[in-house]
Each structure stands twice: as C-alpha cells, then as structure tokens.
C-alpha cells in the first residue's frame, strides 16, 4: 500500500560542502575548543551538584572547596581565553550598565567596612 502524500520538504541540490540550509555554514572547530568547554562545563556542573552537599554546604570543609574551586574554574576559563587569543562571548559593552551598578555596590560596601569612616554614612546594622 503507497499514498502519493505531497510534501513541502526539498531535497538538497548543490551548494557549498558542509553547507546546511537551516544552520548556514559549518564551523570548523579549533583544537582546544572541542574539549576545553565542554570540560569546564561538566566541571562547574558537577561543582554546583557539590555544592548542597554537607548540610547544604555548612561545614568549613564545603566552604574551603567552594572557595577554591568556583573561582578556580573562572580563572581557568580566563586563561584558556587568553591563550586562544577570543574574547568574551558577550562584550563589556553590552553589559556596562549592570557592571557599573555591581561596581557601586562593592564601592558602597567597602565604604561600610571602613573601620576610621564617621558614623553618619555607615548603616546601624554593621
């Protein structure tokens, strides 16, 4: 049994080896990519299913592994920007904003743990 069922799908005709319609071109992947993300991925992955571990990460041990290893993997993923010689998938420019804001809070904050600072500015609770 058959059925002549017109379809909307076109086969592919000619173009460009590696050349997908729906996607555009194929990338070629660079040496260090193909391993180093998806490595630093599953590894901050597996940090964050750490991280309710030990009472919800309330030992000085979860806290000392914490402290080590998130700002371990951060650096890692800078170095490997560096040594490949990309940028940052998203610009400074297109963040400036909320970093400027983040940047005033950590100002105000170390502003509130000045020890020789008048007492006006400082809030009552510190």
Same mark, same amino acid.
Do not use: K
């Given at each position: 049994?058959?059925?002549? =069922? &017109?379809?909307?799908? $076109? #086969?592919? $005709? @000619?173009?460009?080896?590696?050349?997908?319609r729906?996607?555009? #071109? =194929? *990338?070629a /992947?660079?040496? @260090?990519?193909?391993?180093? *993300?998806?490595?630093?991925?599953?590894?901050? =992955?597996?940090?964050? %299913? +750490?991280?309710?571990? +030990?009472?919800?990460?309330?030992?000085?041990?979860?806290?000392?592994?914490?402290? =080590?290893?998130?700002?371990?993997?951060? !650096?890692?993923?800078?170095?490997?920007?560096?040594? *490949? @010689?990309?940028?940052?998938?998203?610009?400074? $420019? $297109? !963040?400036? /904003? &909320?970093?400027?804001?983040? %940047?005033?809070? /950590?100002?105000? !904050?170390?502003?509130q743990?000045?020890?020789?600072? &008048?007492? #006006? #500015?400082?809030?009552? !609770?510190?």
């Amino acid at each position: 049994m058959t059925a002549n =069922v &017109p379809s909307s799908a $076109r #086969p592919h $005709r @000619g173009g460009a080896e590696g050349e997908c319609r729906a996607a555009g #071109p =194929v *990338r070629a /992947v660079q040496s @260090g990519e193909a391993i180093e *993300r998806p490595a630093l991925f599953w590894l901050l =992955v597996a940090g964050l %299913a +750490w991280v309710p571990l +030990w009472y919800g990460s309330n030992d000085l041990i979860a806290w000392g592994v914490n402290a =080590v290893l998130f700002p371990g993997l951060a !650096i890692l993923y800078e170095l490997s920007l560096l040594l *490949r @010689g990309d940028g940052h998938p998203i610009g400074i $420019r $297109r !963040i400036a /904003v &909320p970093a400027a804001l983040f %940047a005033a809070v /950590v100002a105000f !904050i170390g502003a509130q743990n000045l020890t020789f600072a &008048p007492m #006006p #500015p400082l809030h009552p !609770i510190w």
